[in-house]
């Protein structure tokens, strides 16, 4: 059977069950998490909407760091533990001495000195195969992206939402024409012209409507007053 690789979504849906229910399960890293050893774990802290790339934040064992991850990246299999190295046997004891015997000094006869060995040509070093580049954790005190998105509904309507990364800092929150209005004008004019037509053609179309309201109470003020009331 061959073994399982990376969270699948049955796997995802059971680890946001257990963080919803007030438990931070651990993972474990497989061989394609990026700057992180194969069988090291984490405590799940999150997952990021929407559910796409690197969705899963997770703190190494050991570590403070906040840092997200691809399912493919995360396992829920634990590794099995490492075996220890075998102990060497011991050193054999060391042979016993032979006792030196001094001879009589002989003078001997003058040895020419052996001409020296050249050295051996020193083997090329191959240079080291570049380490992939570890995945730079979350840190709190970087500045985060932000998107600050603004959308009208038509008639006058707004709403504000704001992105920090891929997590959404603020849902979709009204907000009214007038602080839309000033708003763009303190951007680019182009900004402003932008929203201004857009507020422009909102104010005819209400201007519109409350003509055709005022039509219609005046013509249900001369009923009433037909019927003699």
Do not use: C
């Amino acid at each position: 059977m061959a073994k399982k690789s990376g969270l699948s979504a049955e796997d995802v849906d059971s680890l946001r069950s257990q963080l919803d229910g007030g438990t931070q399960p651990l993972v474990w890293f497989t061989a394609a998490a990026v700057g992180m050893e194969a069988g090291r774990s984490a405590k799940l802290l999150a997952f990021t909407d929407p559910e796409e790339g690197d969705f899963i934040q997770v703190r190494p064992t050991g570590s403070k760091d906040e840092m997200s991850f691809s399912p493919a990246e995360l396992t829920l299999e634990k590794p099995p533990p490492r075996k220890k190295p075998a102990t060497p046997p011991p050193a054999p004891p060391e042979p016993p001495r032979e006792t030196e015997i001094i001879h009589p000094y002989v003078p001997e006869a003058p040895v020419k000195p052996a001409a020296p060995k050249p050295k051996p040509a020193a083997a090329p070093v191959e240079p080291a195969a570049p380490k992939p580049a570890a995945r730079k954790p979350s840190s709190k005190g970087a500045t985060p992206e932000v998107t600050v998105t603004l959308v009208t509904a038509g008639e006058g309507e707004w709403t504000v939402e704001v992105l920090q990364g891929t997590r959404k800092a603020i849902r979709p929150t009204p907000v009214s024409p007038a602080a839309v209005a000033q708003a763009a004008k303190l951007l680019t004019p182009e900004v402003a012209e932008i929203v201004e037509g857009v507020l422009n053609a909102a104010r005819a179309q209400q201007l519109a409507r409350v003509e055709q309201l005022r039509a219609e109470l005046e013509a249900a003020q001369k009923a009433l007053d037909d019927l003699g009331a």
